[in-house]
């Protein structure tokens, strides 16, 4: 077994080829919740790929869902299908759309539209506490999600529920789609609000990944209320020309040498 | 075990009613499905079920984007929401909860949905919801059923829990006629015939089922012979039983409490204007906002009424005259 460290590399290597073959997609955000995704996958979340659709699995919701090719790398990686199907991301008669869908192996919900995952997520968790399974449900959230109006009602649905069996992870990169998140509609001090709706926040840097550990380990274990871990992270992370630069959000095209310099910083190429 | 109890044919009976009853009766036989209730349980009639099974019923407060989303995430466990709240927010608030989160994975959810058309009365305009089925029949994987009576609601919900996948079913409020005695299976997909004609087809849905017959009475008079089928699904739609009228009577008149802008009548229309184009008129809302008033003043004053349709049918027949 890889360390967990090498698995967050090669999910951002494999997110580097999905989107350069793709000529299109958001590296941005992708890269940004990469040593997210590794730990959730090579550490805590119990999935099985040879029984991808068994009802004690735990879930995940990408509620971000334009950072998939992150996603698809870490399912790839983790067995669900060949990491050589990276390359036909958002192409006709391939499986990988370009916002994630339930008929791709190891998702579980359809995103792309922000707002509406941690409210599937909780739906998960909820069908948990009735169907009396033990599986853990996690939501990634963006910065986007945290400006849509359903994000708030879910936020404000999960402590009233008592779902200690949720975790939101919020990747906190500071920058969206057309300029930085406190330009566009600042919602700072972010844990002020959750702790007064209820959730039991942890703030952490979300690419330590002893701190990612630590946090999500807690978090399957705290009982009561639901855990909101606020994971600051650095848009592009791993590739210097990409990190902190809102141009990377997408839907980007990598030329041929960015696509290398690229994957030479990633150390995919020597 | 409670057994279903149906009314009997001429009873006057909210479908609102119904639905607490049908709910109460099935959550005796199955333990899988669970009420998603939006503060809304006494308006869309769920309460019965809320006071016998607090157990089932999950409460979501006046935020149904959240509901919605939830229950997509919920149906992947096997488990059937059942979400109820008024048609306004149901179909629209939450409307790309719906489409994306429950209609593209194709989950196994049954919105139930109150207060909707004319119906709704003296709330006025913001509840009284007259582009549910334009909007609902347009997402592909969704099921769309309006129950013309009390009994016909009972059975549809019996067989909308045995469907997979996700179901839209309008619940009326006012005091509607009860068409037949008893049960009477409900097929979704199948349109029932409830009245044999040869010179026009009378095509209603919900509430105004009941006043196609009563047209088809006055038309009988005047020697006019009218067929009349209740639509209760919207979608899919019984190709067959609509193809069968336009051959065998050549003409239609259509009813719905709802916009005649991509309601029912328009999924007939489409249908038809591509197999047999006979000549077709909607009766229904023409394009506008409803207004506060009782059910059967607004009905007079938008004409959802069995005299429009007396009038719509010898008007439709004047353009199937005008064909020869």
Not at chain 1, 101 to 111: F, L, N, R, Y
């Amino acid at each position: 077994m890889e360390t967990i460290e090498e698995m967050a590399r090669q999910v951002r290597c494999l997110t580097i080829e999905g989107i350069y073959h793709a000529r299109s997609g958001h590296p941005g955000g992708s890269l940004s919740i990469a040593d997210i995704l590794a730990v959730l996958y090579f550490d805590q979340m119990q999935v099985d790929p040879s029984d991808e659709k068994n009802p004690d699995r735990d879930r995940l919701v990408l509620s971000k869902g334009h950072a998939c090719p992150a996603l698809y790398a870490a399912l790839a990686l983790k067995g669900f299908f060949p990491v050589d199907e990276v390359k036909g991301l958002r192409k006709i008669d391939h499986f990988l759309e370009g916002h994630p869908h339930v008929t791709i192996p190891g998702v579980d919900a359809p995103s792309g539209s922000l707002g509406m995952g941690l409210s599937q997520g909780l739906g998960m968790a909820l069908a948990a506490r009735c169907a009396k399974r033990s599986y853990h449900t996690y939501v990634i959230l963006g910065d986007g999600d945290m400006q849509e109006g359903n994000t708030w009602e879910a936020l404000m649905s999960a402590p009233h529920h008592r779902l200690d069996n949720l975790t939101a992870i919020f990747d906190s990169n500071g920058l969206q789609g057309d300029a930085s998140v406190a330009t566009q509609m600042g919602f700072e001090p972010v844990r002020p609000k959750l702790e007064a709706f209820g959730w039991k926040v942890e703030e952490v840097d979300g690419h330590n990944l002893e701190e990612l550990k630590e946090a999500l380990t807690s978090a399957r274990t705290d009982v009561d209320q639901p855990v909101f871990i606020l994971a600051r992270t650095i848009k592009g992370k791993g590739v210097g020309f990409m990190e902190n630069q809102q141009v990377w959000h997408g839907s980007s095209t990598l030329t041929d040498e960015q696509y290398r310099q690229a994957l030479t910083a990633l150390g995919d190429i020597q | 075990m409670k057994q279903l109890s149906y009314w009997k044919r001429g009873e006057k009976v909210s479908l609102r009613d119904a639905f607490g009853r049908v709910l109460v009766s099935m959550a005796a036989r199955r333990q899988d499905f669970y009420l998603f209730d939006a503060d809304v349980a006494g308006g869309t009639g769920a309460k019965p079920f809320v006071s016998d099974y607090p157990e089932r019923t999950l409460q979501f407060g006046i935020a149904e984007q959240n509901m919605m989303a939830a229950a997509g995430g919920f149906a992947d466990s096997g488990l059937i929401p059942i979400v109820t709240t008024f048609a306004a927010f149901g179909t629209m608030r939450a409307h790309e909860q719906f489409r994306t989160a429950i209609a593209y994975p194709e989950r196994n959810v049954k919105l139930c949905c109150s207060h909707l058309g004319l119906d709704v009365g003296p709330d006025g305009a913001t509840a009284q919801m007259l582009e549910d089925l334009a909007i609902m029949r347009s997402i592909p994987n969704v099921t769309v059923i309006v129950p013309a009576d009390a009994n016909q609601l009972m059975s549809a919900f019996a067989a909308l829990l045995d469907w997979q996948g996700p179901v839209y079913m309008r619940i009326g409020r006012s005091p509607a006629p009860v068409l037949s005695d008893g049960a009477t299976a409900f097929q979704i997909g199948r349109a029932d015939r409830l009245r044999e004609g040869h010179d026009l087809t009378l095509i209603a849905c919900g509430v105004m089922v009941a006043k196609a017959l009563e047209a088809a009475e006055q038309l009988a008079e005047e020697g006019i012979s009218a067929r009349v089928v209740n639509l209760s699904t919207i979608k899919p739609l019984d190709r067959d039983e609509l193809l069968s009228a336009a051959r065998e009577t050549g003409a239609i008149v259509t009813a719905e409490d709802h916009s005649v802008l991509g309601g029912m009548g328009s999924a007939v229309a489409e249908l038809l204007i591509q197999e047999i184009p006979v000549p077709v008129t909607m009766v229904g809302v023409q394009d506008q906002f409803g207004k506060s008033g009782e059910p059967d003043e607004l009905a007079e004053k938008f004409g959802l009424t069995a005299q429009t349709l007396v009038k719509a049918a010898r008007a439709v027949l004047l353009k199937k005259e005008g064909r020869k």
